[in-house]
């Protein structure tokens, strides 16, 4: 039974940093890629980083050079690292599991952990 919970989202300041956390259980977790996805009211979900297995990351335009996802196999967890935080960064952040292959369109991925709320205001 995949379960995936994130955890690390809170308001924070415009130019601050927060660090999620998803804590993966009950499936094969080096043979699945991950992925954050985003969605904020009102909007559609919004993928915003994805790492394989074997550790290859890839980023949306408007994350890249702030964002940083990596993943720990050995503890079955995945992170995010959101660095220079902008009031269009928030929403409600969720952990996305697909096997084998990452893809960047949130429809691919059928295991989803419950959200953690990201909120960028001064």
């Known amino acids: 039974d995949v379960q995936l919970q994130a955890s690390g989202g809170g308001m924070v300041q415009p130019g601050g940093s927060l660090r999620l956390s998803c804590a993966a259980s009950?499936?094969?977790?080096?043979?699945?890629?991950m992925s954050w996805v985003r969605q904020a009211p009102g909007k559609e979900r919004e993928w915003v980083a994805g790492?394989?297995?074997?550790?290859?990351?890839h980023y949306a335009d408007s994350v890249k050079g702030r964002f940083t996802i990596s993943r720990d196999n050995a503890k079955n967890m995945v992170y995010l690292q959101m660095n220079n935080l902008k009031p269009e960064d928030t929403a409600n952040y969720y952990c996305a599991a697909r096997w084998m292959v990452m893809t960047a369109r949130p429809n691919d991925y059928s295991n989803w952990g419950q959200g953690t709320q990201v909120t960028v205001s001064s």
């Open positions: 790492i394989s297995g074997a550790g290859s990351t």
């Open positions: 009950g499936f094969t977790f080096g043979s699945y890629a």
